[in-house]
């Protein structure tokens, strides 16, 4: 059994943090077992080698932080199971996708919502009809967005964008989470 160790969940998401989500998105995906435990913060900086959340502990004993590295670790360890079948050019493009979501600040939200929504367009999962591991971080991304109770300018503009909010009910649908 995997323990992912977050923060607590909240506001319809399985964490606080969007990179707890994220990890957790990506083991509801793929089915690997796991259990979320709430990080105790004041042992933060000696639990996890990066002082920062999510890490993991494998069954064996493995920490591992950072949710990019996580998800790497998984694919490594348990098999490929989301993204194997993608060429270099479309796991380039995935990556690069990562990069961008894991940056949204106030100046490039809009953009970068607008962005998500035009390349969503109506496809079924974010790059088409496949799930990818992709998913878990846009799915983290724009629901993080779209439920967070606290007023800023974000919230709402995500819930102009009927796809996303679709995306969003469909893989809640599909995976419960
Ligand atoms: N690159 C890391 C970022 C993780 C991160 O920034 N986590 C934040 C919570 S959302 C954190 O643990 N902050 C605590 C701190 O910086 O002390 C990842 O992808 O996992």
């Known amino acids: 059994m995997i323990t992912i160790y977050g923060y607590v969940p909240a506001f319809g998401v399985p964490d606080i943090s969007p990179y707890v989500t994220k990890v957790i998105n990506y083991m509801t995906f793929t089915g690997l077992e796991f259990q979320h435990k709430s990080q105790d913060l004041a042992t933060l900086d000696q639990d996890s080698p990066t002082g920062k959340l999510p890490y993991i502990i494998d069954s064996d004993g493995t920490k591992v932080p950072d949710s990019n590295t ?15 079948d993608l060429s270099k050019a479309e796991a ?17 939200f809009r953009a970068d919502i607008d962005a998500l929504s ?7 999962y974010f790059t088409g009809d496949q799930l990818r591991s992709l998913d878990a971080s846009v799915y983290s991304t724009v629901k993080h967005i779209a ?19 679709a995306y969003i009910e469909r893989l809640h649908a599909e995976f419960g989470i």
């Open 118 to 124: 035009d390349y969503l367009g109506d496809k079924r």
């Open 147 to 165: 439920l967070q109770p606290h007023p800023w300018p974000g919230t709402g503009y995500v819930q102009t964008k009927p796809n996303l909010m």
């Open 70 to 84: 996580i998800i790497a670790y998984f694919k490594n360890k348990y098999g490929d199971k989301l993204d194997a």
């Open 92 to 108: 380039a493009n995935n990556l690069a996708w990562n990069r961008r979501t894991s940056q949204v600040v106030q100046d490039f």
